[in-house]
């Protein structure tokens, strides 16, 4: 009885760990893509009112030395940063294929299909992009020279 009640109490500030750590994460996560929304006071009031007393928690509960504590929250605040700078990038290149430039409405149907100019190799993602970019001023100029024929 006294080792199942041992263990309860050590599952506990584990699983309110993970749940702080969650929470931590999510808030940071809403303070970046309001950041890349430019709603810069809304994240502010996230940094520094919502997040402080969520890591006070965290660290006090999670049981790791304060560097280690340090490291994870700096890992994480680097990868959740990336993640929304990617989704902005591709939220940037999907509208811009779409021709547009606020938020989309319905997606139409494409137009047509289309090849890049060049062969690139798939892993070369900035070889792609460019590439992208190549095609898309090409049609945009063949379009351009149509329409003034």
């Given at each position: 009885?006294?080792?199942?009640?041992?263990?309860?109490?050590?599952?506990?500030?584990?699983?309110?760990?993970?749940?702080?750590?969650?929470?931590?994460?999510?808030?940071?996560?809403?303070?970046?893509?309001?950041?890349?929304?430019?709603?810069e006071a809304e994240a502010i009031l996230i940094l520094q009112e919502?997040?402080?007393?969520l890591i006070g928690d965290w660290s006090r509960t999670a049981g790791l030395e304060v560097p280690a504590a340090?490291?994870?929250l700096r890992e994480m605040f680097a990868r959740v940063q990336q993640q929304v700078a990617n989704a902005a990038l591709c939220r940037r290149l999907?509208?811009?294929?779409?021709?547009?430039?606020?938020a989309p409405g319905p997606?139409?149907?494409?137009a047509a299909t289309f090849q890049l100019r060049r062969r690139v190799p798939i892993g070369d993602v900035p070889?792609?992009?460019?590439?992208l970019g190549e095609t898309e001023r090409a049609q945009s100029a063949?379009?351009?020279?149509l329409a003034a024929a």
């Amino acid at each position: 009885m006294l080792a199942s009640t041992s263990s309860a109490s050590v599952a506990a500030p584990a699983s309110r760990s993970a749940e702080l750590w969650r929470a931590i994460e999510d808030n940071v996560r809403e303070a970046c893509l309001l950041r890349a929304e430019d709603r810069e006071a809304e994240a502010i009031l996230i940094l520094q009112e919502t997040l402080p007393p969520l890591i006070g928690d965290w660290s006090r509960t999670a049981g790791l030395e304060v560097p280690a504590a340090q490291q994870a929250l700096r890992e994480m605040f680097a990868r959740v940063q990336q993640q929304v700078a990617n989704a902005a990038l591709c939220r940037r290149l999907v509208l811009r294929s779409l021709g547009q430039t606020a938020a989309p409405g319905p997606v139409p149907a494409p137009a047509a299909t289309f090849q890049l100019r060049r062969r690139v190799p798939i892993g070369d993602v900035p070889g792609m992009l460019d590439a992208l970019g190549e095609t898309e001023r090409a049609q945009s100029a063949g379009r351009r020279a149509l329409a003034a024929a």
